[in-house]
């Protein structure tokens, strides 16, 4: 069984929408990471957790809000889904310092 | 604000060429640089390095670190066509609690 899951796996949505993505993880990690990637930009980070009452902004947080349910849950959502919002999301656990980080599988999202 | 290029962006190769990827960075507190790859689906870690001049060894992959220069290798000899994949650096840094920065990442392409 996979450590770190996330569904839906693929959702097509339409402008104004909202949406949300979810994660799960089995591997015990307090840290939470919502991730997405654009061609040619790289992994950018959206939020982080690093436990249930910790949330924090990343770099491109405008538009998302995310919801830390319990250790092993940590939501994404979309309020008002737009078409450059269009990305495969990830999601990541991390192990703290000197930190190794563990993916799921992604979510591809398009916005019509 | 931490800055991680990857160089080259694509690079395409025939089976049993020896590569190098090269990631460069600006961090503020430097924790560790990490290699991860990813093929179609979420990126997998290779390797964590944290000092200078100490190989990591994985079979037909190797990476090292200098922490002077602010640079890290990837070497991939004798490669595969299961090879192709992308490869992305990040680095930890320890002021943000130790978040990771990804670089662009560099596409490689084993042809046959």
């Known amino acids: 069984d996979a450590d770190v899951t996330q569904t839906p796996r693929n959702r097509i949505t339409k402008t104004g929408k909202r949406i949300m993505l979810e994660c799960s993880q089995t591997?015990?990690?307090?840290?939470m990471y919502w991730y997405r990637q654009d061609p040619g930009l790289g992994l950018r980070l959206i939020y982080y957790s690093f436990d249930v009452k910790d949330i924090n902004k990343g770099e491109i947080s405008d538009g998302y809000s995310v919801s830390r349910q319990a250790q092993a849950k940590f939501s994404l959502s979309l309020e008002s889904a737009i078409p450059n919002q269009t990305a495969l999301y990830f999601c990541?656990?991390?192990?703290?310092?000197?930190?190794?980080?563990?993916f799921g599988p992604g979510t591809r999202l398009l916005v019509l | 604000e931490d800055k991680v290029v990857q160089s080259p962006l694509s690079l395409v190769v025939h089976e049993g060429d020896t590569v190098t990827l090269n990631c460069s960075y600006e961090?503020?507190?430097?924790?560790?640089l990490l290699w991860y790859k990813q093929e179609k689906k979420a990126p997998t870690f290779l390797f964590m390095l944290?000092?200078?001049?100490i190989e990591k060894k994985s079979g037909r992959l190797s990476s090292i670190l200098d922490k002077k220069e602010l640079f890290s290798i990837l070497n991939i000899t004798a490669t595969q066509t299961g090879d192709s994949a992308i490869y992305l650096c990040?680095?930890?840094?320890?002021?943000?609690?130790?978040?990771?920065?990804f670089g662009e990442g560099t596409q490689l392409t084993v042809n046959p």
């Open positions: 990040a680095v930890e840094d320890g002021t943000s609690g130790s978040r990771l920065t």
């Open positions: 990541a656990t991390g192990t703290g310092v000197m930190e190794t980080q563990y």
């Open positions: 944290t000092s200078s001049g």
């Open positions: 591997k015990g990690h307090d840290r």
């Open positions: 961090v503020t507190n430097f924790r560790s």
